[in-house]
Nanobody
């Protein structure tokens, strides 16, 4: 089973930037999508950005378009999330997720259900 470990979270002032990393324990041919989710206190987990590991196509939540960029390394074992122009509304625990069952969709999904492997999360706090 693939394991995911996030890093890079922390505290930053509004307008600042952070880069999150997610290291996968190994590469698998059946990992078709990887994504970042976040969950703020009292709120549901929401999809932030997702990437097709084969095609490189991406999907973003409207709330982060133009501010966040998701990418992967050439080995497809590290998922990155570059976050800029952060606001206090971006404060949440950020989770990395992977879909490893080989299923494919029209585009990378931002709903939690297709993803079967999850990391432990990393806290991002943005102060005003």
């Amino acid at each position: 089973q693939v394991r995911l470990v996030e890093s890079g979270g922390g505290s930053v002032q509004a307008g600042g930037s952070l880069r999150l990393s997610c290291a996968a324990s190994r590469y698998t041919d059946s990992t078709t999508y990887m994504a970042w989710f976040r969950q703020a206190p009292g709120k549901e987990r929401e999809g932030v950005a997702a990437i097709d590991t084969y095609l490189g196509s991406t999907s973003y939540a409207d709330s982060v378009k133009g501010r966040f960029t998701v990418s992967q390394d050439n080995a497809k074992t590290t998922l990155l999330l570059q976050m800029s122009s952060l606001t206090p509304e971006d404060t949440a625990v950020y989770y990395c997720a992977a879909q490893t069952n080989g299923n494919r969709y029209y585009s990378p999904r931002l709903s939690p259900s297709p993803y079967n492997v999850w990391g432990q999360g990393t806290q991002v706090t943005v102060s005003s």
